[in-house]
């Protein structure tokens, strides 16, 4: 048989059968379509959560006393000897300590209850923040404990709705500041409580705690590997606080030290397991689609059976027949696999579109192991349902296909 | 064509069984026949005799069970399945009593279909070709008819015209006439007498005395077994009047 009378067969076969390649299709596209919108959902997202993630610097490090992170309750586990001992360390730099002031802050008539951050000017390096407006603190403004303060993007449109606010008097507790520096925003969600916050000199905070002893946070940047400068922190601590700790037993700590780095990756745990399970959802409609193109090619079994029984019977050999729906198939599935993932992409391109107006920096992801893995399943499907019947068939002789019920 | 007269078909001891789920049902016995090239035969007998089976078993489009069948002296049990559709595709042709047309295709793609599988005709010639047996069974002016849109007697002419595009040595046609008014009935057999006189043999079933009239030779089938094999009624008095003449 030509080439070309092959195609031309394969083609008739399928206008002829229109309904079952057109439902064949449907089922590809359908499953191909889902998988590859729900994985590009997840992996968008994913992608996102890790850029933000990412922006604080992977070699940010936070320390926490254990109280305060596990029930909200400040506590008195890091001292100010604690801070410069760190200060101290080889694999350390820009440390900021943090001493978080329970106070109300008030302009006129607006009234805020934000986090009040008292401590350095390394903070913003380490968070990456910039002053929009006026300037951020100085040293001299901590050996002197001004009382001035530095308002976060988000915390200034509460207290100025309408107004300049640098240079003007907020009341934070019973005192006031004036207002010397506005922080661009960071614009993340993950951030948004950094710019919903207030900042003032650490030294102003810890006479308003009372003189305080204790800090309640530490925020520093590692000078090379993370990891030695994590075990560096740890031992310091074990070391000062007296915790015999060799296994490396993070439940007798009483002090948490994290590193961007180890955040990042908990949560790209957490989105990746997100994805899998849209992905897991997206898989059910591709073993319906299946299911589906499974039925419609076992339902035309019968004709196409007696069809095979007449082409043989005119003189067709087993090879044309075989090849015959091979290419049938070929056609439909490469056909519904390339408009699902068109389809699917597609669509995920106009949800990113939409959901890209709540959140800016939102990136578009597709996973290209999600496409080829469902592909290739619907494809895998179209071609064993498609060809193992018109196999058995081609192995009958004319008149028992011709026969077939 | 090889020349008239010599030995097309011979089996000898042909039997065959259908099995269905291990039920035997044995339905020809010890059959020997031979047939000559150009010749023009008809099978007679009761439904359900064996008639179609042994049809089948000739025409290439089933096995049989035991004994043997040569093809112009070849035995068919030797062949692969490419040399049996080799055979099918260019020296013999069926025409089924249930039509078996392709559904929702055009009457011209019904016709082309047996030279898509023909190893020697040229795609260029195809389109003549099926034109002509078009032509030749009176079809011309539905050739783009869809097979469903067309009456039983046309159904058959189709798949007359489908047998005979090929020109092949053979033609068996299984009841022909059966599901067919006797004015598409004479219609068809005019067909085939008309293919019998261009030098194809002709292998036929049928049930109608006045069909069979039509044919040199009959062979009566009962329970599987030839009962009978005689020159045709028609031919014997042809016969006897050209030695009477003599
Ligand atoms: N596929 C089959 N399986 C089992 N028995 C069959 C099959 N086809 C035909 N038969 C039986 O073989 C016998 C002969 O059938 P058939 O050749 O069609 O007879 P005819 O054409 O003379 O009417 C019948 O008894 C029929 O029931
Ligand atoms: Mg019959």
Not at chain 1, 241 to 246: F, M, Q
Not at chain 1, 266 to 282: P, Q
């Amino acid at each position: 048989m030509l080439p070309e009378d092959l195609i031309g067969v394969s083609v008739q076969g399928l206008k002829r059968n229109i309904s079952r390649s057109l439902l064949t299709t449907l089922g590809i596209i359908i499953g191909v379509g889902s998988v590859v919108l729900m994985v590009s959902i997840g992996a968008s997202f994913q992608q996102y959560i890790l850029d933000q993630v990412s922006q604080f610097g992977q070699n940010t490090f936070e320390i926490q006393a254990k109280g305060l992170e596990q029930q909200g309750q400040p506590t008195q586990a890091i001292t100010f000897g604690d801070v410069e001992a760190v200060r101290k360390l080889s694999t350390v730099q820009s440390v900021a300590p943090v001493i978080f002031v329970t106070e109300r802050v008030a302009y006129g008539e607006e009234e805020l209850t934000p986090f009040v951050f008292a401590t350095t000017k390394e903070l913003f390096d380490n968070w990456g923040f910039q002053p929009q407006l006026g300037r951020l603190f100085t040293d001299a403004d901590i050996q002197s404990a001004s009382n001035v303060a530095v308002l976060g993007g988000l915390a200034v449109d509460e207290l100025f709705p309408n107004e300049d606010p640098i240079g003007k008097r907020i009341t934070i507790g019973a005192r006031k500041f004036t207002v010397v520096g506005v922080l661009e925003e960071l614009g993340s969600p993950l951030a948004q409580t950094l710019d919903s916050s207030v900042y003032m000199p650490l030294s102003v905070g810890k006479s308003m705690m009372g003189s305080s002893l204790y800090v309640d946070y530490i925020s520093l940047k590692s000078r090379g590997s993370n990891d030695l400068t994590k075990a560096d922190l740890e031992s310091l601590f074990r070391q000062r606080h007296s915790i015999v700790n060799p296994e490396n037993d993070p439940e007798k700590d009483d002090v948490v030290v994290r590193s961007m780095e180890q955040a990042v990756s908990v949560i790209s745990s957490v989105t990746l397991g997100m994805t899998i399970f849209l992905g897991l959802i997206a898989g059910i409609s591709l073993l319906v689609g299946g299911i589906g193109i499974m039925n419609i090619m076992l339902v035309s079994v019968s004709e196409r059976t007696k069809e095979i029984g007449l082409r043989k019977a005119v003189g067709a050999k087993k090879q044309d027949i075989l090849l015959q729906f091979l290419l049938e198939a070929i056609t439909l599935t490469v056909i519904g696999g390339l408009i699902g993932v068109l389809c699917g992409a597609g669509l995920a391109y106009l949800l990113y579109l939409i959901a890209r107006q709540f959140l800016q920096d939102l990136p578009f992801a597709l996973s290209m192991s999600a496409i080829l893995l469902s592909v290739s399943m619907a494809a895998g499907t179209g071609l064993a349902f498609g060809i193992y019947p018109a196999r058995k068939a081609a192995n009958l002789s004319p008149m028992e296909a011709l026969r077939w019920e | 064509m090889s020349s008239k007269g010599s030995s097309l078909i011979e089996a000898k001891k042909l039997c065959k069984s259908y099995f269905n789920e291990g039920l035997e049902t044995p339905v020809l016995f010890d059959i020997d026949l031979t047939i000559n090239s150009g010749e023009f035969v008809a099978i007679m007998g009761p439904s359900g005799s064996g008639k179609s089976t042994l049809m089948h078993i000739l025409g290439f489009l089933d096995h049989f069970t035991s004994g043997s069948y040569l093809f112009h002296d070849e035995p068919v049990l030797r062949m692969n399945d490419d040399d049996l559709a080799k055979i099918r595709a260019t020296r013999v042709s069926f025409v089924f009593q249930a039509f078996n047309l392709l559904p929702r295709t055009s009457v011209l793609e019904n016709v082309l279909l047996p030279l898509l599988y023909h190893p020697t005709i040229a795609a260029s010639e195809r389109m003549d070709r099926a034109m002509k047996a078009i032509a030749t069974v009176g079809l011309t002016d539905r050739a783009k008819y869809l097979s469903n849109q067309l009456s039983g007697g046309q159904k058959q002419r189709v798949a007359i015209a489908r047998a005979l595009v090929t020109e092949p040595e053979v033609i068996f046609a299984d009841e022909p006439t059966g599901n067919l008014d006797s004015v598409s009935g004479r219609q068809v057999m005019e067909a085939v007498q008309q293919l019998h006189e261009h030098g194809h043999t002709i292998i036929l079933v049928t049930h109608e005395r006045t069909t069979a009239e039509h044919a040199e030779r009959i062979i009566h089938i009962r329970d599987g077994r030839i009962q009978e094999d005689t020159k045709s009624f028609k031919r014997r008095l042809a016969k006897e009047a050209s030695t009477l003449a003599k």
